[in-house]
């Protein structure tokens, strides 16, 4: 049933009436993680084997009602108290589950985002059959008594930018599919799509001035000795500065470092590209390679800049940057 | 193509449809049953070594193959088991195509109407277990079914047994909703739309004609044909004649009713002194008697009494019927005989029986008293060598000359039908009775059985003043045959399994099954409302009896709801963790709380600084309960429970 509201928001007055519908969901309670669903937040409506049980079950009851027959009325009845059973049961599979948070790692656009939804369970009964359903993509898992789960559904992305996903429906219909109870729930933040890097990039722009002019081939574990400093695990063996340990005392390693070389300067301006989402999809490919390669480099943003640096946490600041160009 | 359901899905599937369909399979043409049984086994194969459904074509058309049989097994006949055949074939056609959820959860389902349906032809207690056995399965099938929904075909575990305990929980679950409807569920009072007129599969019930020799299987048939309760105490066995049909008309061969044996009677019956009043249960026999003690003063207002007295039921009795009965033996029928009955009464064909023929004249010319010429005639049948016996032969074209003059051997059929010949061709008006003789007096439950085999034939002679007389031949030849019950005059056993304690099985399952039939089968309307008006309740009507349903159904749905969707108290999982929150628990008492934010050893350290003189001992047993926890080699956990337990913080 979940299913039919679900395609209402096609048509224009069907997006109306999401609208409505959502701002209707949102008004009964917390809509976001984290929250724990209780009877507020949770929907029952009998799935269409539902319906086609309860026809059947209306015919035997006018039949045996008829006949006067009372084994074919208990039949019914029998059945009757399957659903209502049923209904509860599918309530029950749902009542107190704590959604607890959702979120995804970035990715480059074109790329499925695997959008993480933490759930726990605190009740001592196993909850069977429960299903995260988000648009067309479903996930189906059963949460043990008292634990708690991370699902991934893929989330299919097209555009650089931030994406807001639409609602989730976390659904059941344990025990035998007479009832379907649904809660709808919405992330509580947008994810952060990256910009596709281009695919066949033109070489680094290695800037007019030439002047160190060295280009060494780069040793990914550098061996330039660069300092000393307190020995961390997994540092391999080698790098133990063994006398300098000896003299003070406790384990230090030796730090190597790249030979420094010239720093880059990427601009969105002058990167090559017909339009400004090739460009900055060059852009992109020019940061990866620059990570890579472990240069340091600084990102032009019309009047902004970025940088100078090398790390990690500098191309996320860049990506990001470059994401939510505008 | 999607992925095709795991062999358990399926498996529990056809096992439903099988059992569902197990009576409705018995009573089709045997062909056609393993034909569909067939389809199963296919289905079941295709499951094991995962083929696909077969071409679209080749199940269209051995689908309409299947359906061309059956209106040729059926003739075209519309009735109830024409159409649960129809339905049974078309489950067995769906097997082919049933690959999808969908298709599975149909079948599932579909097994509870089966079910259902059966009880249109039968309601023996016996059906109970194939009710409990057949929605059993179904429900563990739709379990199953659910449980490999979503796309994930990939069934759970090799064990049937969890789906098995959760169907039989929800079975178990539906058991109060289903009892309160079944007894509060406003009955019909009328049916909404006609009965139809055939039910029964080949049983034999009492006949609506007679010609002696054609029915004998019925004494052999120890079925119950119907119970009756007392208000008094039972009538003496001799006078236990349950009126059926009156057969005024002879052919013959055969004897039948006359053209105005459902006219309503014209003459009033009043209650006397010796009236008796009685209820009836009776097993449905597809015609309209409804069986009573001679000469009913009323009886169930849907029923009619004929002018011969027989009471006929509005429509054909196909379920179990109860009514109520009163009946006066003391009555005269038709003090006066009309001239049109007089002839009809005495009417023989002029070509048959000549030998009796000569017998009547003889007997005339010797006792001119009709009275004088019965005795002779009843004196003549327990003196000379009459004997009474299942085992009779056939009678031919003069069959009441073979039986009085060669035979001298047969049943109460033979017997009624010699003696009635005899009498009309005497001129004394006669008429044949059928119906039932006697039944089994079950004392502990204070009601009597009367079975097919109790099944027996008189006659009644117009008498001069006395009007319509009782005369049962057959108790002249065996009176033990009518103070004994029809058991006692056969000798020897007549089957393999006629043996004393099988019969005294017989009579205790029939107790229960009279408790069946009276608290679960009977409970019609009227009992319906006499059941609420025996808790105290006022005549309630229709709509009230609904509103009083809805209100029950919540008073039983309330402790259920609420023992399902108790959420268990926040127990701690392990022992050793409810050893913790105990001393956590203690601590607080003092003003020690951990806070959410502080690990055990955090919260530990802290106490120890507040109040040094026991924090080591805090921070000990806090260690304890992290290596337990968290210690990469398993530590015992007994001394820290025990420990734990036995701690007590100082006062502050």
Redesign the interface.
Known sequence: MSAVLRRVGRSLPGRTLQAWLDGWVARRGPTRPPLTLKYRQIFILPTR?GW??GL?MF??L?????????????????????G???M??A??NL??LRILKTGASPVFAGQPIQFLITIAS????ER??L?LRHGST?Q?F?LPA?AITEIALPVPTRHRGWLTLDRLALQT?????LFEAWSWFWPERAILVWPRPAERPPPLPEGDADREGSEQRRNPDGDEFYSLRAWREGDPLHRVAWKASQRHNTLLARDLRQPRSRDLVLDLARAPGRDLEERIRVLTAWLLQARRQDRSWTLRLGGKAIGPDRTEAHLHACLKALAEQP | MKQLPPFSAVAWTIAAFVISALPHLAAMPPWLAAGILGACAWRLAAARYRWGPPPRLLRIVLTGVALVFVLVAFGGLWGRRTATVLLCVMLGAKMMEMFA??DL??VA??S??L???Q??FS?RLI??VY?VSG?LVA?IA??R???V????WTA?GGSELPAIR?AAV??M???????T??VL?P??AQ???G?PDQVMDGRTGLSEDMSPGSISNLFLDDSPAFRVEFDGPPPPPGERYWRGPVLWNFDGTTWTRPFFGDAPSRQFVAEGPRSLSYQVQLEPHERRWLFVLDYPVRGPDQALITVDHQMLNRHPV??LTRYDVVSNPDFTDMPELSSGAQAVALRLPEDRNPRTRALAQELRERHPDDRALINAVLGWFREEAFYYTLSAAPLGRHGADEFLFDLRSGYCEYYASAFAILMRAAGIPTRIVTGYQGGFWQAASEYLLVRQSDAHAWTEVWLEGDGWTRVDPTAAVSPARIEQGSRSVIDGPRHLFDLNWVENLRNQYDRIQHLWNRW??????DRQRSFLRGLGLPDLTTDRIALLMLLVLGLV?AP??YA??R??R??A?SEVERAWQLMLRRLKRRGLTRQASETPLEFARRVRNARPQEGERIVELALMYCRIHYGEVQDDARPFIEQARAFRPARA
């Open positions: 084997f086609l049980l059947l015919a035997m006018m039949g045996s009602l008829n006949f006067n027959n009372n084994l074919g009325l208990l039949t019914t009845f029998i059945v009757a108290g399957l209502s059973n049923s509860l049961l309530y029950r009542e107190g605190d009740a001592g009964r069977p059959g299903e479903a189906v059963s008292r219909g344990h025990p035998i599919g | 959820v969908r959860r149909l389902s579909v509870f109407f079910i259902a349906t009880f249109l309601e059906y109970l009710l929605s429900t739709l379990t079914i659910q449980t929904h979503g796309g994930q759970r959760q929800l079975l679950l539906a058991a109060p909703v289903a009892l409807l079944f569920f009955r019909l049916p909404l739309w009965l196909t379920t679960v089968l009977g409970f019609d309307h749905m259920l709801s399902l969707l959420q268990p926040g127990r999982a």
